[in-house]
């Protein structure tokens, strides 16, 4: 499956953005979707992740409460709400996609976008 991300931008401290990943070549409801993201000089960390129908979510404790992710099966795309935003959250947002959850926490996806950019102003 490919994924296309999109969404991100530049925000200030305490403001929203909602990223985009759209899914082609796959049957996306086959799928568990994760974002993980990345800043300047830190490991890639998941950040969240959704079940083939969205009945199961998995959140990093720094970012309960703030962000939501959810999935639209038809329309082959998963989102990122982010609210609350803080500087901390500044990193290159990637989606990912495999078939099992455990795969996608572990970092261990076989498909993954090409990442947006979130920098969030203090």
């Known amino acids: 499956v490919q994924l296309q991300a999109s969404g991100g931008g530049l925000v200030q401290a305490g403001g929203s953005l909602r990223l985009s990943c759209a899914a082609s070549g796959g049957t996306f409801s086959h799928y568990v979707m994760g974002w993980f993201r990345q800043a300047p000089g830190k490991e890639r960390e998941l950040v969240t992740a959704?079940?083939?129908?969205?009945?199961?979510?998995y959140y990093r404790d720094s970012v309960k409460g703030r962000f939501t992710i959810s999935r639209d099966n038809a329309k082959n795309t998963v989102y990122l709400q982010m609210n609350s935003l803080k500087p901390e959250d500044t990193a290159v947002y990637y989606c990912?996609?495999?078939?099992?959850?455990?795969?996608?926490?572990?970092?261990?996806?076989?498909?993954w976008g090409q990442g947006t950019l979130v920098t969030v102003s203090s």
């Open positions: 990912a996609a495999d078939d099992d959850f455990r795969t996608v926490i572990r970092g261990r996806s076989g498909s």
């Open positions: 959704i079940n083939w129908n969205g009945s199961g979510t």
